[in-house]
């Protein structure tokens, strides 16, 4: 279990694991759509949707640690207001999190398309397209790419404070060290 000086490794893992699995996914699929249709493009677009799909397990394991765990403890007092905004910007990334995968998925499904991880059939597409599922899956994805970059921002910003401005060790803390209590 997690506390207010030590993380446990699972807390760790699961952090870095969705961290690292989103930027990679944001990555690929901001290049894969400059290729031009064709077997380079569908070997992204293959590699995208299945760390698209492994996002979604590590995140909805992720969000059901958090939620036996609870929130994580601050190291230092911090005003109300930035108590208030980590605290959402912590839940939407989380939500994003899942939202990301589910509408990839939704949009690849109700485009008649199959969903593969590694080349192991995962979900197989609609028989018949969903045009109109897909067009919107598709604009929440694009969105929830744009909004979760706009929060890893915020993220990291926040983690540049309290490493240096505040220097109450969060950073130190989330790569797994213990905290001395103050």
């Known amino acids: 279990m997690d506390n207010k000086y ?3 490794a699972l807390t760790i893992v699961l952090h870095w ?5 989103v930027i990679a996914a944001i990555a690929i699929g901001y290049y894969m759509s400059g290729l031009p249709n064709g077997p380079a493009a569908a070997k992204w677009v293959q590699l995208h949707k299945s760390i698209g799909v492994i996002i979604l ?5 992720r969000l059901g640690w ?13 005003p109300i207001w930035q108590n208030t905004v980590s605290k959402w910007v912590l839940g939407l990334l989380m939500v994003a999190t899942l939202v990301m995968p589910i509408s990839g998925i939704t949009m690849s499904y109700a485009g008649g398309h199959d969903i593969r991880v590694f080349g192991y059939l ?25 909004v979760l970059l706009v929060l890893i921002g915020i993220h990291l910003l926040a983690t540049i404070k309290h490493q240096w401005i505040d220097k109450d060790s969060v950073l130190r803390r989330m790569l797994g060290f213990r905290i001395d209590a103050e």
């Open 57 to 61: 397990f590590v995140a909805v394991l």
């Open 66 to 78: 958090r939620w036996k765990n609870g929130w994580l403890n601050a190291l230092s007092s911090q």
């Open 6 to 8: 030590q993380l446990s």
């Open 122 to 146: 995962f979900l197989p597409g609609a028989e018949h397209k969903i045009k109109a599922l897909s067009s919107m899956a598709w604009e929440v994805h694009e969105t929830t790419a744009i």
């Open 17 to 21: 694991l969705v961290a690292f699995l």
